[in-house]
T-cell receptor, first 115, second 115 residues
């Protein structure tokens, strides 16, 4: 069965510094990987996804993620954090060759960006 | 374009009562999903529809939960009778189709508290 691990419950960075939110996955076939962000009392907003092709994926709000097959990782990155990036971030995976769209989410990482 | 709409946004009920949630997906999206997000956890898929047919309901507690999408557009999720452990945010999402890798877009969710 597919699964996702987000090893850090919380990440703290200062505004202007680079940020990384970690994600590792486990699937038996090819993975399709997603990052979503959740602000308080709001649903999940799509940031970016990796399906195939270039391992570096660029998404919304200046975020990017790098797919690393050998390390089974898909870490989310941003070169310069903003206070407004403070939110809950979820990594998710679909096993790509099943024909189904069953997203399996990690437990989330809370990002705190200090002024 | 309008996003996924959900109502109500909040609901408080007592255990053993019944409750229903409504979702209107993005126009033209054939696939609709219901997720349950318990506090401190990532969303978990409950049921997935393709048009008005069920694709996957393997994680739906069918003794108390039911869902329908009669005309292939709007959907309702019902809980009867509710238990304390059903307290969660119920998220509706939609995507263009079932092809793996299609982005799922989420609504704002319904926060349910069972007392």
């Amino acid at each position: 069965a597919q699964s996702v691990a987000q090893p850090e419950d919380q990440v703290k960075v200062a505004e202007g510094n680079p940020l990384t939110v970690k994600c590792t996955y486990s699937v038996s076939g090819n993975p399709y990987l997603f990052w979503y962000v959740q602000y308080p009392n709001r649903g999940l907003q799509f940031l970016l996804k990796y399906i195939t092709g270039d391992n570096l994926v660029k998404g919304s709000y200046g975020f990017e993620a790098e797919f690393n097959k050998s390390q089974t990782s898909f870490h989310l990155k941003k070169p310069s954090a903003l206070v407004s990036d403070s939110a809950l971030y979820f990594c998710a995976v679909i096993q790509g060759d099943t024909g189904f769209q069953k997203l399996v989410f990690g437990t989330g990482t809370r990002l705190l960006v200090s002024p | 374009e309008a996003g996924v709409a959900q109502s109500p946004r909040y609901k408080i009920i007592e255990k053993r009562q019944s409750v229903a949630f409504w979702c209107n997906p993005i126009s033209g999206h054939a696939t609709l999903y219901w997720y349950q997000q318990i506090l401190g956890q990532g969303p978990k898929l409950l049921i997935q529809f393709q048009n008005n047919g069920v694709v996957d309901d393997s994680q739906l507690p069918k003794d108390r939960f039911s869902a329908e999408r009669l005309k292939g557009v709007d959907s309702t999720l019902k809980i009867q009778p509710a238990k304390l452990e059903d307290s969660a945010v119920y998220l509706c999402a939609s995507s263009l189709g079932l092809r793996s890798g299609e982005t799922q877009y989420f609504g704002p969710g319904t926060r349910l508290l069972v007392l």
